[in-house]
């Protein structure tokens, strides 16, 4: 997918390190939202169209800031060829 969208993986990371903090961070917030369902809360950001406000998750939120900090745009990257029928 991150090839699809012209990421690529920051050089000092492998993809098994993405997934095992991925999975760090669903497995405890799955443990949390078991214990305590306020963890479900909701936030506003700006994210949507033309900045139009969205619902996001906390565990969103968090999951946004791996990406950012494990993947980075591609500058050699140009999008895959579609097939028009």
Do not use: C, H
């Not at 690529?8 to 999975?23: K, M, N, P, S, W």
């Not at 950001?45 to 968090?62: D, K, S, Y």
């Not at 980075?72 to 140009?78: I, V």
Request: charged share 30%; glycine share 8%.
């Amino acid at each position: 997918m991150a090839t699809l969208l012209g990421l690529r993986l920051r050089e000092q990371f492998t993809l098994r390190d993405f997934v095992i903090a991925e999975d760090s961070l669903s497995e405890g917030y799955g443990l949390r939202d078991r214990l305590d369902d306020t963890s479900r809360r909701i936030v506003i950001r700006p994210t949507g169209p033309n900045g139009e406000l969205q619902e996001w998750t906390i565990f969103a939120v968090a999951l946004e800031g791996l990406v950012r900090q494990f993947f980075e745009f591609d500058p050699d990257w140009t999008p895959p060829k579609r097939e028009v029928s």
